[in-house]
């Protein structure tokens, strides 16, 4: 398995440290809002390394952490005049369910950060004492200076980090470089008490403490987006080396592309921030995830409304296939994932190639007149979908409910029924006139000898 590590700018060959607990962690929500679908794309994509990992090696720590102590939480809980815990436990649930929405398993571990606050103090203990950190006026600093080897996972020089990092240019900061710890919190803002006064910690701080906390020193992945590269994994990566005697954080950091919407940046101020929880009013999840797919991780992905249709109508073909197939429509357990979609996934996640290869076996099943082997292209399907986290619903309920026909299935059953009376009273005339009017808001009917059946045209 080959997997694109930021730290070389290489394709490398993976293995795990341990070949029977692959450890992974990525940066997850700060949850003070809905996820937009830029914040979907990195929790589709390591869903999708999460899915490859558990079926090569079995068992997988997979840890994705929720940020529940940020500026943002603090502006959101004022702003709406509740209490922080409100926010936080109302964009929790919203996240998880968004996310199942879209087939995200959910990850092994999700620790909190805030339940992370005595490892937090500790690993600041540490890096105090070791040189590497230093109290001033109610914050403590990691100094950039005291790792000679900062800079190397962004490959950015040391002016364009200072650049880069915006970093406000406090005047007790021994280097312009340096960063956050530990901060004072007013009274009314969430804080702790610690040896540097009440307060609360930093971002990156967090990731460090509880990826020592429940993954250990090294792990083997390491993932986000390509925005957190610099400073946020720089930043971590400086802490954890620094406390474990240069150990590294991560063996492979693996950071996901940008998406844009119909060629625009997607931010506030453009008003075209899209949210999951919206396009799922109109859309299914399975949709915006095979839109989400469709690129290449490591890509921009610009998402467009044509996209969106063009995943879903190729999502209508593959349940249409499955639907004509003999066998059983949930992927067996045992069963085997189709070689290429295997191959196509161990190169560095291929999700275009591997949807290509999920057509290639679906128009094979279509072209084959040996029930055996479609039957057996059939499991293959299903077996590549689940690796992609596709493909899981039932191919008759998706072909009825995937269109956008204004009839709903009971109308639509209604009038089948309707022409079936029509038929046995032998007036086909009114037959007929039922099947044109299902046919005119795209329902296309199958007489069968066990009785109708009924779907939408893709
Ligand atoms: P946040 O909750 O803002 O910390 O972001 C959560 C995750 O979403 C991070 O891994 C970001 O890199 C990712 N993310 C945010 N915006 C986008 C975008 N437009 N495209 C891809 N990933 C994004
Ligand atoms: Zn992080």
């Not at 453009?270 to 949709?287: M, Q, S």
């Not at 005119?440 to 939408?456: I, K, M, Q």
Request: hydrophobic share 40%; net charge neutral; with cysteine.
């Amino acid at each position: 398995m080959k997997l694109h590590n930021s730290l070389s700018g290489r394709k490398e060959a993976f293995a795990p440290a341990d070949p029977k607990r692959p450890t992974m962690y990525v940066c997850g929500p700060t949850v003070y809002s809905h996820p937009h679908i830029g914040n979907a794309r990195p929790a589709v994509v390591f869903d999708v390394l999460f899915r490859l990992l558990r079926r090569r090696y079995g068992d997988v720590l997979y840890a994705r952490n929720v940020t529940d102590v940020d500026d943002r939480i603090i502006a959101a809980a004022e702003q709406q005049g509740v209490p922080i815990d409100a926010i936080v436990e109302r964009y929790t649930a919203v996240y998880h369910g968004d996310m199942a929405a879209l087939n995200v398993l959910p990850p092994t571990i999700e620790p909190y950060a805030t339940r992370h606050i005595p490892q937090m103090l500790a690993m600041i203990a540490r890096l105090i004492e070791q040189g590497h950190a230093y109290e001033v006026e109610g914050h403590v600093l990691f100094h950039v200076p005291s790792f000679p080897a900062y800079g190397r996972l962004s490959h950015r020089s040391r002016d364009e980090m200072i650049d880069g990092a915006r970093v406000e240019v406090a005047p007790y900061k021994r280097d312009p470089a340096d960063f956050v710890l530990w901060k004072p919190s007013t009274p009314e803002q969430p804080g702790w008490d610690s040896p540097y006064g009440r307060g609360r910690p930093g971002w990156h701080l967090e990731c460090s403490a509880m990826v020592e906390a429940h993954l250990g020193v090294t792990i083997d992945i390491h993932g986000g987006g390509q925005d957190l590269k610099f400073p946020h994994h720089e930043n971590e990566l400086a802490q954890s080396a620094s406390v474990h005697g240069g150990a590294p954080l991560a063996r492979f950091w693996l950071h996901n592309g940008f998406l844009d919407i119909e060629r625009e940046k997607m931010s506030k101020s453009l008003g075209n921030v899209l949210l999951v929880h919206d396009l799922l009013k109109e859309t299914r999840g399975e949709a915006i995830r095979y839109a989400l797919l469709a690129a290449h991780y490591r890509k921009p992905l610009d998402w467009s409304r044509a996209g969106l249709a063009r995943a879903k109508h190729a999502l209508d073909r593959l349940y249409l296939t499955l639907s004509q197939l003999p066998g059983p429509n949930e992927p067996e357990p045992s069963a085997p994932a189709p070689r290429g979609v295997l191959a196509a996934l161990e190169d560095d996640l291929n999700t275009p190639k591997a949807f290509a290869e999920l057509f290639a076996l679906a128009r094979a099943a279509n072209a084959s007149d040996d029930p055996e082997r479609r039957r057996k292209l059939k499991a293959e399907l299903l077996a590549g979908g689940q690796l992609l986290g596709l493909l899981q619903e039932n191919p008759e309920t998706w072909l009825k409910t995937s269109g956008q026909s204004a009839l709903d299935a009971a109308e639509i059953e209604r009038l089948i029924d309707a022409r079936a009376a029509a038929r046995k009273a032998r007036d086909f005339a009114e037959a007929d006139r039922i099947r044109d009017q299902l046919a005119a808001e795209g329902v296309t009917l199958e007489d069968r000898a066990e009785g109708t059946r009924w779907r939408r045209a893709g």
